[in-house]
């Protein structure tokens, strides 16, 4: 069973940065894509970004495309999110996620436990 855990969520005033980092772990032969999600309180939790562990190509939500990055290690299990810019917006809980699917938009069925991030005016 994979295991996904993430880390390095925090309070940061508007404007700053954060990285979150979030490691897969048991059974990662199998994954196709990791990404990240956020849900803020009242809302539904939407997609922020992806990246293929096959050939590296990164998926962005068009609202933190220009100031969020996802990078990975070279095996690909281990992923970051950097956060630049940061808004009250993106006040959330982060949750990194897995899958096996062909596409980054399939369903995601391996998920941390989340990470807060708040971002105070």
């Known amino acids: 069973q994979v295991q996904v855990v993430e880390s390095g969520g925090g309070l940061v005033q508007a404007g700053g940065s954060l990285r979150l980092s979030c490691t897969a772990s048991?059974?990662?032969?199998?994954?196709?894509?990791i990404g990240w999600f956020r849900q803020a309180p009242g809302k539904e939790r939407e997609f922020v970004a992806a990246?293929?562990?096959?050939?590296?190509?990164?998926y962005y939500a068009n609202s933190t495309k220009d100031r969020f990055t996802i990078s990975a290690d070279y095996a690909k299990t281990t992923i970051w999110l950097q956060m630049n810019n940061l808004k009250a917006e993106d006040t959330a809980v982060y949750y990194c996620?897995?899958?096996?699917?062909?596409?980054?938009?399939?369903?995601?069925?391996?998920w941390g436990q989340g990470t807060q991030v708040t971002v105070s005016p």
């Open positions: 990246i293929s562990r096959n050939d590296g190509v990164k």
């Open positions: 048991r059974g990662t032969f199998s994954l196709n894509f």
């Open positions: 996620a897995a899958q096996s699917g062909r596409n980054y938009y399939a369903e995601y069925n391996y």
